[in-house]
Structure formats: C-alpha cells, structure tokens
C-alpha cells in the first residue's frame, strides 16, 4: 500500500511539474510577443508623427521648396491652424525665435526638411532624463574647460 501511494504521489508530482512547465513556457512566449508588440507600436508612432510633421512642414514652406526661410516660418506662425498643429506636437509657438534656432541646426538661416523633422523630434514634449543629464555633462565640461 505504501509503494502504491508513492507511486501515486510521484506520477500526481509529475503531472503538476509538467502542466506548470506548459504555463510557463506560455507566459514566456506571451511576454516575448508583447515586447515585439511595443517595439512595433513605437515603430508606428513614430513614423505616424513623421508623417505629422511633413505634413507641417508642407504648410508652412509658402513656396514648396523643402526649405523653409524664417520669413516663411514666422509668417505661418501667425495663422491660428498652424499654431495648433505645434501645440499638439507639444512645441510652444511663443518661442517662435528659438525653436527657429534649435531647427536650424547647420546655422544657415534656413531649416531644410531632414533638419525640420530631426530638429521637432528632439524638441517636442518635455525634457527627458536624459537630455537634463546630457545638459549637465555639457555643463561640466564647459566648467572644467573654463577653469
């Protein structure tokens, strides 16, 4: 009798080892498919606000060059269409000046559309961790160098 309760108890230990196993392996593979999900998902978002943004860009160059000149930038800021297209990308059309000056990163006087769509990306939104840690590190550079 008590060869048979073991033999009871290690095929029923078994079964529950093997049924755990299988539920298991289910939850790994369901996070593997959720990281590839959000991965594609930023993918998506990311490429739909390049898409926002060329569309911006389309707006506010008058003369469909590709180039957008501060007049042209200026100009389109004053239409109320455009400066609720750069509210709702998260970019302040109060700080017209400046945020011509961040977009012009080759400092010609003219922001070209590789410049545009790469400068709003990196302005849009509030500040990250690591841009106030990036800011910092610059920061004390630019103070050892001066001492």
């Known amino acids: 009798a008590a060869v048979l309760v073991c033999f009871v108890f290690i095929n029923l230990f078994s079964v529950l080892n093997i049924v755990t196993g299988i539920f298991v392996d289910g939850a790994i593979e369901l996070a ?3 990281r590839a999900m959000m991965i594609e998902k930023q993918s998506v978002h990311r490429e739909a606000n390049r898409a926002h943004l060329i569309a911006l860009l389309t707006q506010v160059d008058r003369d469909g060059d590709g180039i957008i ?4 930038f ?4 004053q239409e109320g269409e455009i400066q609720k297209f750069m509210d709702a990308l998260g970019i302040d059309p109060d700080n017209a000046a400046e945020v011509f000056i ?6 010609d006087g003219v922001v070209h559309l590789m ?3 790469q400068g709003m990306e ?9 841009d106030i840690h990036m800011l910092l590190l610059h920061t004390r550079k ?6």
């Open 102 to 107: 961040l977009l012009d990163s080759d400092g």
């Open 115 to 117: 410049e545009f769509i």
């Open 142 to 147: 630019i103070i050892d160098i001066l001492n």
């Open 122 to 130: 990196k302005i849009r939104g509030e500040a990250r961790s690591v």
């Open 69 to 72: 000149s501060k007049e042209e």
């Open 32 to 34: 593997r498919r959720d």
């Open 74 to 77: 200026f100009s389109a800021l």
